[in-house]
């Protein structure tokens, strides 16, 4: 957190400056206890970006559940040594929740930031990081507002390969439970008579 002598200098505006945008919506400042400015860098970024008319790189990283955590961390990581790596101004977004879930925060922030036209590059390790199914909705979005998909592993993975799993017995349950009941036993067997064809198969 910056006080605002330290925001206007970052910013390069005068402090009056601060002060009407403040007035104006453009910049709201958090305060504290004895009622002194404080300005949030992100915040800052955010308003130096537009005002200079710069776009960021947005580093996505996503995984299914709590378990996975390591997996995110381990994300988070590659992504961001890539785009440190090409020279990239980012930010990294995470998420957590199944692929088949549209209403993530994490994926909310980053269709609003591609609408905003905010950002110049999407950096997401898999191409299943994003959505599992429906990709092509989000790639269209993205060239619509001039927006790159750069992904960086093109192969499979064995923990992606057990996410798509969990992600179409996720359909195969909720297709079951509304066609027979939540508790019913035979939406119960489907559910495990898939799951052993799954595994027997090695999806």
Known sequence: MLSVSEASEYLGVSISTMRRWEKEGKLIPHRTSGKHRRYDKNDLIKLRNKKDNVKITVG??????????????????????????????????????????????????????????????????????????????????CDIYNVEIEVINHTEDKEYKEELLEDVLSIITDFSCKLYGNRSQRALKIRKENSDLFKKTGA
């Not at 925060?105 to 299943?128: F, M, P, Q, S, T």
């Not at 990081?129 to 269209?140: T, V, W």
């Open 60 to 141: 996505y990283c996503r995984v299914s559940s709590k378990e996975k955590i390591e997996e995110l961390k381990n994300q988070v990581k590659n992504v961001s040594q890539f785009c440190i790596a090409k020279g990239y101004q980012f930010k990294i977004i995470q998420d957590l929740g199944s692929g088949l879930n549209y209403s993530k925060k994490g994926l909310d922030e980053l269709i609003e930031l591609i609408c905003a036209e905010e950002i110049d590059r999407i950096v997401i390790n898999y191409k299943d990081r994003i959505i599992r199914f429906g990709y092509e909705i989000i790639s269209k979005l």
